[in-house]
């Protein structure tokens, strides 16, 4: 069973940063590329990041680019988000997401990152 | 990067067919097929339901239909259940291995 588990969300002042997790299970983590998706409260979804499956490539979405890093350790079955330079518009739901082919396939349950002072 | 625009409601009876509107632009969902929606539900992660603009994951009821025409995907609900409220998302491969979402319709089942 495919499972992915979210991590390292919580409160953090604007210009601040974070570091999320998401652990892997189920499935050969390192054979998949894997995305991040946010939700803002109430809100629509929104692409975040992308990174293959060797972790050699990297894509971003406008609104974060420069700001957050992608990353993964295949050994340990883990995706990260490496969030700086926080803004109180990235307050949101932060799920990490598998994908097969162009569509994100599985997800996990999210971890909410607060930006406020 | 722009949303893709979808209804904000849609409702019906059980029983009754809803169908969901996804317009984006000519670079997104005009031309790639690689439309997909998700269901989610209240508090709950989001869950694939239609990918490739057409195709079922195993496990989705054949009641959820997808299908394409020109800058505009849709998703159709047929033999609506009460199970079927929530909402949905369709999001499209928008190239340079970038995707976009669109904002969101909320189903209800009256």
């Known amino acids: 069973e495919v499972q992915l588990l979210e991590s390292g969300g919580g409160l953090v002042q604007p210009g601040g940063s974070l570091r999320l997790s998401c652990a892997a299970s189920?499935?050969?983590?390192?054979?998949?590329?894997m995305r991040w998706v946010r939700q803002a409260p109430g809100k629509g979804l929104e692409w975040v990041s992308a990174?293959?499956?060797?972790?050699?490539?990297?894509y971003y979405a406008d609104s974060v680019r420069g700001r957050f890093t992608i990353s993964r350790d295949n050994s340990k079955n883990t995706l990260y988000l490496q969030l700086n330079s926080l803004r109180a518009e990235d307050t949101a739901i932060y799920y990490c997401?598998?994908?097969?082919?162009?569509?994100?396939?599985?997800w996990g349950q999210g971890t909410l990152v607060t930006v406020s002072s | 990067q722009s949303a893709l625009t979808q209804p904000r409601s849609v409702s019906g009876s059980p029983g009754q067919s809803v169908t969901i509107s996804c317009t984006g632009t000519?670079?997104?969902?005009?031309?790639?097929?690689?439309v997909s929606w998700y269901q989610q539900h209240p508090g709950k992660a989001p869950k694939l339901m239609i990918y490739d603009v057409t195709k079922r994951p195993s496990g989705v009821p054949d009641r959820f239909s997808g299908s394409k025409s020109g800058n505009t995907a849709s998703l159709t609900i047929s033999g609506l259940q009460a199970e079927d409220e929530a909402d949905y998302y369709c999001?499209?491969?928008?190239?340079?291995?970038?995707?976009?979402f669109g904002g969101g319709t909320k189903v209800t089942v009256l």
């Open positions: 999001c499209s491969y928008a190239g340079s291995y970038t995707w976009v």
């Open positions: 990174i293959s499956d060797s972790g050699g490539n990297t």
């Open positions: 997401a598998k994908v097969s082919g162009y569509r994100f396939d599985y």
């Open positions: 000519s670079s997104a969902v005009g031309y790639y097929d690689y």
């Open positions: 189920g499935f050969t983590f390192s054979n998949s590329a």
